[in-house]
């Protein structure tokens, strides 16, 4: 099992298998677009801008399980990114990151790899290898373009 293994619906609706993604560095990343964090959609563009060339991309999961802070609908969501941020990375459909409803893609995400538990809020980033494997987990305070999360992109690239 890995990222890999999973599929999902893009903001758009339409059916997304996760296996072409294999060969890709990849973010994921639980959004949101009412938070103290949502700012970190421009640093999330910038980064994927300056790695995608390189085999590196980002997908945006809409969440709204933390403070009802994602309220919109899928289209609401894509055009508050577009506008307000630019984001040309890959966003999917809101789904649920934690609870009884969370989706299996957030499953394996929280239950595998070395750094288990519950998404605690919006902007929680998890680097994926070209394998599908988890590299590793920053939590929302971890800005994109840190030299921490960085530096690890570029290691795995």
């Not at 563009?45 to 999961?61: C, N, P, Q």
Request: aromatic share 12%; charged share 25%.
């Amino acid at each position: 099992m890995s990222f890999h293994s999973f599929k999902v619906k893009n903001i758009q609706g339409k059916e997304i298998d996760l296996s072409a993604y294999k060969g890709k560095v990849v973010l994921a990343v639980n959004v949101a677009s009412k938070c103290g964090f949502t700012s970190q959609y421009e640093s999330l563009e910038a980064i994927y801008k300056k790695y995608k060339d390189k085999g590196f991309v980002i997908i945006g999961f809409p969440a709204n399980n933390f403070g009802s802070q994602e309220p919109g609908s899928n289209d609401q969501i894509a055009e508050f990114c577009k506008l307000n941020y630019g984001v040309s990375f890959d966003m999917m459909s809101k789904i649920s990151v934690k609870g009884d409803d969370k989706h299996e893609v957030y499953k394996f995400l929280t239950e595998s790899g070395s750094e288990k538990g519950d998404v605690k809020w919006n902007f929680e980033k998890f680097l994926i290898g070209k394998d599908g494997s988890i590299i590793g987990r920053y939590g929302s305070s971890v800005k994109p373009d840190s030299k921490e999360l960085t530096s690890a992109i570029e290691q795995s690239l």
